[in-house]
């Protein structure tokens, strides 16, 4: 199911998206949004891949998307606004490709992180978030204090880009409960030696397919 390639219209033209459902009513669906579209972040992403293939053996149905200006996609690079507004447009397209889903659940990694938790925090039709190597320096997390949807964040401990530290205060101090951290031993922003340990995490978590 992860090879199926699809368009997603938009007011600036089109989303590529990768899409393939084994059904149309499922209960557990997913939206996975992609690292920095300035830094060579795609949908293919390897971290991505991982985290929608253990999404997919979760039982959910998933949808991943290529931002504004990137591979077959239309637009340019908006700062994150127009990114936001293009994973608000994939989050409607995926919810009436399911409208039975009742387990709606948001997973960003890095860049992604930052755009999946702005939307599933103020979109009451996702239930949960997961954020993969969230860069606290560079992602303002003031808004998490009145999230309170269950929240995964998975981080590698020898991040270097978004070290793991600010992290930790964050949660602390600014980030509403419930929030689990994973931290995967050895592994930096990139996962590469931590792809499996991350799968895992992001599956035990989401849970047994229902």
Known sequence: ????????????GQLEAI????????????????????????????????????LAEAGAETLRINFR??????????EGRGELEDAQAALD????????????????????SGMGLRLGCRDDRVRRLIAVATPVGLVDLGFLGRCTKPKLFVHGELDELAPLE????ALADRVAPPAD?????????????????LADAVRSWVGSPL
């Open 69 to 78: 200006g990137v591979g077959e996609s239309t637009g340019t690079w908006d």
């Open 166 to 169: 600010p992290l930790r205060s």
């Open 93 to 112: 397209f995926l919810l009436a490709a399911q409208p039975k889903a009742r387990d709606v659940i948001v997973l960003g990694y890095s860049f992604g």
């Open 19 to 54: 899409y393939r459902p084994s059904r149309d009513d499922a209960e557990r669906v997913a939206l996975l949004l992609h690292p920095h579209p300035l830094y060579g972040g795609t949908m293919h992403n390897p971290v991505v891949f991982h985290c929608a293939k253990a």
């Open 1 to 12: 199911m992860f090879a199926g390639k699809t368009q997603i219209p938009v007011p600036h």
């Open 181 to 197: 951290l994973r931290v995967i031993d050895g592994a930096d922003h990139f996962f590469g030696t931590g792809h499996a340990e």
